[in-house]
C-alpha cells in the first residue's frame, strides 16, 4: 500500500517571501501521478500542480513549482512570492493510475499561513 | 477547467432523518466518482468509490447500510446519508474522474444534525 507523508503540521512564510512545504511518499510501483492540492478556509480544493513520475522535469505552475526526489521518493512544493490568499491546508497526494479506480492517496497536510 | 457541482453546501436536520447530498459533473463524463469525509483539520477520509452502472466499493469501517452511494449516470452520483445522527456531522466531498486524470472535487457540504 501507498503511504505520503507530510510531517510538518504548520508553517508560516511572510508576504513575498518563499517557502517550502516537504512531503514524501512510499511505494513499489515505478508509474504514478503526484499532486498537490490546496483548500483554503472555503474548504474547495483545488488542485495547484501534478508531476507524472515518468517525467525528469520538475513540473512548475506560475508561482509554484516542486522538487521531484524519485530515487529519494520526495515532492516538495515551494511557493515564491507568498502571496495572503496563499493561506489554506496544503495536500500532497498520490495516485497511481491503473484501472478505473484511480483513488487518491492523501498526507495529513500542512496549514500554511502567510504573514501580511 | 473541469467543473464539479455539489448540492446542497450546507444542511442542518433533525437526528433520524436522511439526507440526499448530490454531485454533478458539469461538463465531463466521469467514470468513477469518490465519496470522502473531513473532519476540522484533517485529511481527507476515502469513503467509498462509485463507478457509473455498477455498486460503489466501501472503504473498510464504512457502513454500506448507513451511507448509501448511487451513480445512475456518468455525470451524476449521490450519497444518501440514512437515519443520520449527531455523530454523522461532519464535512463530505465528492470527486469525479476519468481514468488517469486528476480528481476534480466539488465545493463540499458540511451536514450537521441536531
Known amino acids: 500500500a501507498q503511504t505520503v507523508t507530510q510531517s510538518q503540521p504548520e508553517m508560516s512564510v511572510q508576504e513575498a517571501e518563499t517557502v517550502t512545504l516537504s512531503c514524501t511518499y512510499d511505494?513499489?510501483?515505478?508509474?504514478?501521478?503526484l499532486f498537490w492540492y490546496k483548500q483554503p478556509p472555503s474548504r474547495q480544493m483545488i488542485l495547484v500542480i501534478r508531476?507524472?513520475?515518468?517525467?525528469?522535469q520538475n513540473a512548475t505552475e506560475n508561482r509554484f513549482s516542486v522538487n521531484f526526489q524519485k530515487a529519494a521518493k520526495s515532492f516538495s512544493l515551494k511557493i515564491s512570492d507568498s502571496q495572503l490568499g496563499d493561506t489554506a491546508m496544503y495536500f500532497c497526494?498520490?495516485?497511481?493510475?491503473?484501472?478505473?479506480?484511480?483513488?487518491?492517496?492523501f498526507g495529513k497536510g500542512i496549514t500554511l499561513s502567510v504573514r501580511p | 477547467g473541469a467543473v464539479v457541482s455539489q448540492h446542497p453546501s450546507w444542511v442542518i436536520c433533525k437526528s433520524g432523518t436522511s439526507v440526499k447530498i448530490e454531485c454533478r459533473s458539469l461538463?465531463?463524463?466521469?467514470?468513477?466518482m469518490f465519496w470522502y469525509r473531513q473532519f476540522p483539520k484533517q485529511s481527507l477520509m476515502l469513503m467509498a468509490t462509485?463507478?457509473?452502472?455498477?455498486?460503489?466499493?466501501?472503504e473498510q469501517g464504512v457502513e454500506k447500510d448507513k451511507f448509501l452511494i448511487n451513480h445512475a449516470s456518468l455525470t451524476l452520483s449521490t450519497l444518501t446519508v440514512t437515519s443520520a445522527h449527531p455523530e454523522d456531522s461532519s464535512f463530505y466531498i465528492c470527486?469525479?474522474?476519468?481514468?488517469?486524470?486528476?480528481?476534480?472535487f466539488g465545493d463540499g457540504t458540511r451536514l450537521s444534525i441536531l
Open positions: 470527486s469525479a474522474a476519468r481514468p488517469g486524470q486528476p480528481q476534480h
Open positions: 511505494t513499489s510501483e515505478s508509474n504514478y501521478y
Open positions: 508531476q507524472e513520475a515518468y517525467k525528469q
Open positions: 497526494a498520490f495516485m497511481q493510475p491503473t484501472g478505473a479506480n484511480s483513488k487518491l492517496t
Open positions: 461538463d465531463f463524463q466521469a467514470t468513477t
Open positions: 462509485s463507478n457509473e452502472g455498477s455498486k460503489a466499493t466501501y
